[in-house]
């Protein structure tokens, strides 16, 4: 069973990350992840700092994204499985909002995060430890 607690990439090899605020924030395949960086979906499947514990235990800090002049936290969702991983949707919701059907997605462009409307590959995250 997976943990759902380890460096969260993207299929380019970006890494999610967050500063001190829980702020979310995305580096590049050439950066070197620290412990920092280690994230954890709660028992609720809300993406957080990692705390060391796993599922239901602890009580980690959400990480908010900003968009748009918008916060928001992001539900982790296992969509697919290929070449033997996992593979999982960021869904950003406003805090106390419904499931948006819409996804955290790396914009190829401009190499940040953005919404995205539909579940392709710059929207693909896998959990590594």
């Known amino acids: 069973m997976?943990?759902?607690?380890?460096?969260?990439?993207?299929?380019?090899?970006?890494?999610?990350?967050?500063?001190?605020?829980?702020?979310?924030?995305?580096?590049?395949?050439?950066?070197?992840?620290?412990?920092?960086?280690?994230?954890?979906?709660?028992?609720?499947?809300?993406?957080?700092?990692?705390?060391?514990?796993?599922?239901?235990?602890?009580?980690?800090?959400?990480?908010?994204?900003?968009?748009d002049n918008r916060e928001y936290n992001i539900w982790v969702e296992t969509r697919g499985y290929s070449d033997d991983a996992l593979e999982y949707g960021l869904i950003p919701i406003v805090p106390g909002g419904d499931y948006s059907n819409r996804f955290l997605a790396v914009n190829d462009q401009t190499g940040q995060l953005e919404i995205a409307s539909e579940w392709k590959k710059e929207a693909k995250f896998r959990c590594v430890e």
């Open 2 to 67: 997976p943990s759902h607690s380890g460096l969260f990439t993207t299929f380019t090899g970006c890494v999610l990350g967050i500063d001190e605020d829980n702020r979310l924030s995305l580096h590049s395949n050439d950066h070197q992840p620290s412990p920092a960086d280690k994230l954890r979906a709660n028992g609720e499947f809300w993406l957080c700092r990692d705390d060391g514990l796993i599922g239901k235990f602890g009580n980690p800090d959400k990480v908010v994204f900003l968009y």
